[in-house]
């Protein structure tokens, strides 16, 4: 069976106050909870300081983003080397990162990459925008997300892969896919990732839906055979929404 994974993107939100506070919020209500990975994702000056709240709670921290480099001349960039003692996970392609920065196929596949070098697992996210599923194209935008992104990993580093499925159109706008178009999706990864690494590690894979997550439609997506879990975006800053969609993860957890 896969565990499922619940992680909470606090995106560029939170003072130092703000964010241990929500985080002992957050321990205190979801640490029990011990059938569901749980992952907390703070802006990177809060990484440490969030890990010092929560260590010995279970949940563990993850990152936003990285750079593909392990060291250089890269002013303002963090590398996956200097997050992997501290972080869980790292995220890696978010519609923000595409859509706002301009991040292409091939720098989300060298920050996959280095991630997976560092030894942290990644979350990859995929997703079509509002034009692209319009026009039927929405698999075979993420079928090529998913191939860029994942060139050059082996099945060995595959275990520290989760997918999540982010249809743009969904993030940040309250408007969640629909349950069926998270499953159909959801899917299709798990068949993409299958023609590419065989049906044991496509099995295994765990794929997130992400994009206007809420505890009154978390089970809904929970229920979905191929839905593993949730990528939160604005609920994760309310501890009790965070504390509903982890529980509701919990309760089809086996």
């Excluded at 921290?61 to 001349?73: M, R």
């Excluded at 009790?240 to 919990?250: H, L, Q, T, W």
Aim: with cysteine.
């Amino acid at each position: 069976m896969r565990t499922l994974i619940v992680a909470g993107n606090w995106k560029m939100n939170t003072s130092l106050d703000e964010a241990t506070r929500l985080a002992s919020d957050v321990r205190s209500k979801i640490s029990a909870v011990d059938n569901v990975e749980r992952i907390l994702i703070p802006p990177f000056p809060w990484i440490i300081p969030v890990g010092e709240v929560i260590a010995g709670s279970g949940i563990t921290v993850g990152a936003q983003n990285c750079y593909s480099e392990p060291s250089g001349a890269f002013t303002g960039e963090v590398a996956a080397e200097m997050l992997s003692p501290h972080c869980s996970h790292v995220v890696v392609g978010h519609s923000e990162r595409r859509h706002v920065f301009g991040e292409t196929d091939e720098e989300v596949a060298g920050k996959v990459k280095a991630v997976l070098r560092s030894g942290a697992g990644v979350i990859l996210c995929v997703g079509e925008t509002l034009a692209e599923r319009d026009s039927g194209s929405a698999q075979d935008v993420v079928r090529v997300q998913l191939s860029r992104g994942l060139e050059g990993a082996t099945d060995d580093e595959m275990d520290r892969v989760v997918v999540a499925y982010e249809p743009v159109w969904a993030i940040g706008t309250g408007k969640a896919a629909s349950v069926d178009d998270a499953q159909e999706m959801a899917h299709f990864v798990r068949l993409t990732i299958a023609e590419r690494f065989g049906q044991t590690i496509a099995n295994g894979l765990r794929i997130q839906y992400g994009g206007s997550v809420k505890s009154e439609n978390a089970h809904s997506f929970m229920l979905c055979p191929d839905v593993d879990g949730a990528l939160v975006g604005g609920a994760s800053l309310d501890s009790d929404e965070f504390a509903a969609i982890v529980n509701a993860a919990a309760g089809e957890s086996n």
